[in-house]
T-cell receptor, first 114, second 108 residues
Framework: DGGITQSPKYLFRKEGQNVTLSCEQN?????MYWYRQDPGQGLRLIYY???????QKGDIAEGYSVSREKKESFPLTVTSAQKNPTAFYLC?????????????FGPGTRLTVT | SQELEQSPQSLIVQEGKNLTINCTSS?????LYWYKQKYGEGLIFLMM?????EEKSHEKITAKLDEKKQQSSLHITASQPSHAGIYLC????????FGKGMKLTVNP
């Protein structure tokens, strides 16, 4: 079955530690995205990648970093510079970027930082 | 920047009732997507609308995009507990943005 996997589903970290969230897709999609979801705020775009070895900042990139070394993988690192890292993180992919292509979402990772 | 406003923010209905969710854009949309989300889970794609006046249906859910391509509605007929969740619209002209979502509760 084709799809997007995110791991782990729940992640707990101490304040000041960096943490990396995994996102893998086997849909052969070129574009991949990371969103953050907070209660009452919908989804906000952190980073997106249109193609391997290329990525762009979204609306709330500060305190986050990404890499796209393989088409299938788009890991997100939440650094200690992110002031409010506790949130639900969703990864998505699409055939191509832009408004004409629907996005497919993974199951999400809930990160709690204390 | 483009924004999508969803209304209402939340809704509680009795099973069997019809309901409508709205999504309004500040700019003309290139495309409009509707997703459903169960709490704590990923988003499930429902429908995509691209043409002004377009209407699509799937089972008991109908989505419409107005002629000006600035407003979309999602209508659920004879709601069931399985329809409960958060409904999000996503759309844009240059880049895609999300509305804040509408939380639907269906009481049996």
């Amino acid at each position: 079955d084709g799809g997007i996997t995110q791991s782990p589903k729940y992640l707990f970290r101490k304040e000041g530690q960096n943490v990396t969230l995994s996102c893998e897709q086997n849909l052969n999609h070129d574009a991949m995205y990371w969103y953050r979801q907070d209660p009452g705020q919908g989804l906000r775009l952190i980073y997106y990648s249109q193609i391997v070895n290329d990525f762009q900042k979204g609306d709330i990139a500060e305190g986050y970093s990404v890499s796209r070394e393989k088409k299938e993988s788009f890991p997100l690192t939440v650094t200690s510079a992110q002031k409010n890292p506790t949130a639900f993180y969703l990864c998505a992919s699409s055939i191509s970027s832009g408004p004409g292509y629907e996005q497919y979402f993974g199951p999400g990772t809930r990160l709690t930082v204390t | 920047s483009q924004e999508l406003e969803q209304s209402p923010q939340s809704l509680i209905v009795q099973e069997g009732k019809n309901l409508t969710i709205n999504c309004t854009s500040s700019k003309t949309l290139y495309g409009l997507y509707w997703y459903k989300q169960k709490y704590g889970e990923g988003l499930i794609f429902l429908m995509m609308l691209q043409k002004g006046g377009e209407e699509k249906s799937h089972e008991k859910i109908t989505a419409k995009l107005d002629e000006k391509k600035q407003q979309s509605s999602l209508h659920i007929t004879a709601s069931q507990p399985s329809h409960a969740g958060i409904y999000l619209c996503q759309g844009g002209s240059e880049k895609l943005v999300f509305g804040k979502g509408m939380k639907l509760t269906v009481n049996p």
